[in-house]
């Protein structure tokens, strides 16, 4: 079992940051409001997540750790019509073949919580009980102690660290209305505040800057079945600013990429790539997620007009170079 969860480790775990990923979405998913991210060591030798999410029974911990046990598919159908971040049930499976980990949890109505963790050459879950509130802790220890040519991948302490803080930024701008609280070695490196605004701008400035908020134009367009909004920045400046949304999951999509640069060019006539925060909602059955392990891109069913849809709302409010 230990072999099978390394080999899927090997899509999914690729560095401390993806190990925060597939947790911190845990958390949104089972509808938490305050995220805690300790790391220690650039996540060498800790990642903490602490959620106040709905946890995990007692009886349902051991399938939690086991491969595609996901408690977000019902059937078939499903598949179609995907609104949780995750679904392949790999994640916890696979971060603990290669690390150290323990998962603790108290759901509101059990009265003790538990701790699993999973322990010798077969994997097989040991249940404890524990002290935690409500809400679920994953402990990730010593990430690829066994899996030594993985290890000599990880790069430096703050190199690691900053992948953890960019990927943060970029869960941070796609839920404003989560806490999330980062620290490195026990010092608060981030604090992101829930935020009751609906368009978030407070915690836009505070992820990509004051400059950004204040000159980026806003967005907003479309109907019931597709809709677009969020800020882009003029051309001109040197921004890395680039965060885009496809119903409430980061992506790093082409066809938007596209789409955004291509409205660029035709009114202002260049190359650049501008800063963007771009979010688009779309009916979840003309768009297929399952096409990475990373999750990072879509197909869209109707990609040309979903394309043409994008170009035209950003023309609409990018002004011409000389105005
Ligand atoms: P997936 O997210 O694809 O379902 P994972 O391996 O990431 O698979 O998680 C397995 C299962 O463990 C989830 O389906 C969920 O039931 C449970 N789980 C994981 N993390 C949490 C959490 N923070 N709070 C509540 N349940 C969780
Ligand atoms: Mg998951």
Known sequence: ARLANQIAAGEVVERPASVVKELVENSIDAGATKIHIDIERGGHKLIRIRDNGKGIEKDELTLAL??????????????????SLGFRGEALASISSVSRLTLSSKPQEQETAWQAFAEGRDMAVKIQPTAHPVGTTIEVKDLFFNTPARRKFLRTEKTEFSHIDELLKRIALSRFDISLTLTHNQKVVRQYRARES?????????????????C????????????????????????????????????????????IRQAFEEVVGELALPGFVIYVDIDPRQVDVNVHPAKHEVRFHQ???????????IKQVVLPADQ
């Open 303 to 313: 990609a040309r007009l979903v394309h043409d849809f994008i170009v035209q709302a």
């Open 66 to 83: 086991s491969r595609h046990a996901t408690s977000k598919l019902k059937s078939l159908d499903d598949l179609e019509c995907i609104s």
């Open 198 to 214: 609906a368009h978030g701008v407070k915690r836009v400035a505070q992820v990509a800057g004051k400059e950004f908020e204040q």
């Open 216 to 259: 980026a134009s806003f967005i907003e367009s479309g109907s019931d079945g597709l809709k677009l909004n969020g800020w882009v920045m003029p051309v001109g400046s040197s921004n890395t600013t680039q965060y885009s949304y496809v119903n409430g999951r980061m992506m790093r999509d082409k066809l938007i990429l596209h789409a």
